[in-house]
């Protein structure tokens, strides 16, 4: 990028900012949300408050206490992120995504800190995790919600809730849930969007299932390949004497094997989007089943999609799509599931969203606050380039050009 074209995209994140920083209470809250925000942006190769205030020639001190506990309501500036989401990318065939992230912890202190299973390691590590809402639209994609989430036996705990200076309103909440309150807060600001995905974690849930449905939502979300799914267009198994008997039922199977069973002529080519090699596509296939949860209770119809790529790796989802939607709009409605995991990958990468060092609930949220909004920011940088890459170091995406504080 030309200097000029730097100094352009500094004013543009001035503008960007305006339209936040009233929901700052205080002029210093404001001057440490500028600073803080453009910290994220740089290229800094740790992105925590000290080597933020640094750069910028300041006292770490109020950086820290402005992002570990500052007195300034974090949900209202997310709830302005999703207005101005609604505003640039708002689209009835949008998808809001769901999906968990885990940051490896060292120690026991930080608020949420436990054993558990860390997508970005592989295996059961000490992290916390926190569950994140995305919106996969037409025009690009947009990051809308963030929530830490507390394990039980932290829940339960008095002692260790109040060093972390956890809420008294905030109780044990199951990620499904937590998600699903993401869900209703995004449609109660009128967030338009036509599905609701996840990744099999969340689509196992059967109660999240029956909660979007009563809630009207249409789903797809995927389900781990051992889950027992009916075959209802299946022919029922012969009776064990002819004429005589109750009528046996098309008996359970896991949804890989049913997959499998399938003939060639049963896989449909679907274009999921326009790719730079041309193209997406991938192979399809749906059927009416009804399926069993975790405690062999069976459910009510619904659509089972199979999706299989080109390397060969296939995907197995539930929809309460009818059978009447066409199967190229639950399919391309599931492919934007991955754009959560492309939007974290981004803040993980360039907006900070893992380099933090607060330990307590408000400073973790405070945290996430600031680095979606920086990461807003790229995204309608990225936008206005045309979608194309933000030139960074090692011909890498990066905002490491774009703002480089002045100390």
């Known amino acids: 990028m030309t200097p000029t074209a730097v100094r352009e995209c500094g004013d543009r ?62 949900e209202k500036v997310m709830a302005e992120v999703r207005r101005h989401v609604k505003e640039e990318l708002g689209d009835d065939q949008a998808v809001l995504v769901i999906d968990p992230s885990a940051f490896p912890k060292k120690g026991v202190e930080s608020c949420g800190v436990k ?19 995305c919106y996969a639209a037409a025009k690009g994609y947009a990051p809308l919600d963030r929530r830490l989430y507390l394990p039980e036996e932290w829940a339960a705990d008095a002692e260790r809730r109040k060093k972390c200076h956890v809420p008294e309103e905030v109780v044990f909440r199951e ?7 993401m869900v209703d807060r995004c449609r109660a600001q009128g967030l338009p969007h036509g599905w609701v995905a996840g990744d099999d974690e969340f689509g196992r849930c059967s109660e999240l299932r029956a909660e979007l449905r009563s809630r009207r939502e249409r789903y797809v979300l995927d389900v781990p390949g051992n889950t027992l799914v ?7 198994p012969p009776r064990k004497r002819a004429g005589r008997g109750r009528k046996r039922e098309v008996p359970f199977v896991p949804v890989r094997e049913w997959a499998a069973r399938q003939p060639a002529s049963a896989w449909r080519k679907v274009t999921v989007r326009d790719g730079t090699k041309g193209p997406l596509e991938v192979e399809a296939l749906t059927r009416q089943v009804k399926a069993k949860d975790k405690d062999g209770r ?10 299989r790529r080109a390397g060969g790796e296939i995907d197995y989802a539930l929809s309460n799509a009818p059978a009447a939607v066409p199967l190229e709009e639950p399919v391309r409605a599931h492919a934007q599931r991955h754009r959560i995991e492309q939007m974290l990958e981004e803040g993980k990468g360039e907006a900070g969203l893992g380099h933090y060092e607060v ?49």
């Not at 995204?379 to 170091?393: F, I, N």
């Open 359 to 407: 330990r307590g609930w408000v400073g973790w949220h405070h945290h996430m606050t600031l680095a979606l909004l920086a990461l807003w920011f790229l995204a309608l940088e990225k936008r206005r380039l045309g979608g194309k890459r933000l030139p960074g170091h090692n011909r890498s995406a990066s905002a490491r050009d774009l703002h480089v504080p002045a100390a």
């Open 298 to 307: 069976i459910g009510p119809e619904e659509r089972l999609l199979v999706t």
């Open 175 to 181: 990620k499904w849930r937590i998600g699903l309150e």
């Open 13 to 74: 994140l001035t503008v960007f900012l305006e339209r936040y920083l009233p929901l700052f209470y205080r002029k210093e809250q404001r001057e440490n949300a500028t600073v803080v925000v453009e910290g994220l942006l740089s290229g800094l190769e740790r992105k925590t408050c000290e080597p933020i205030a640094r750069a910028h020639g300041i006292h770490r001190k109020p950086v820290q206490y402005f992002v570990g506990c500052g007195a300034w309501d974090d």
């Open 115 to 133: 054993r558990q299973w860390c997508g970005r390691l592989g295996k059961t590590e000490n992290c916390q995790v926190g569950v994140f809402l």
């Open 230 to 236: 009916r075959d209802l267009a299946a022919r029922r």
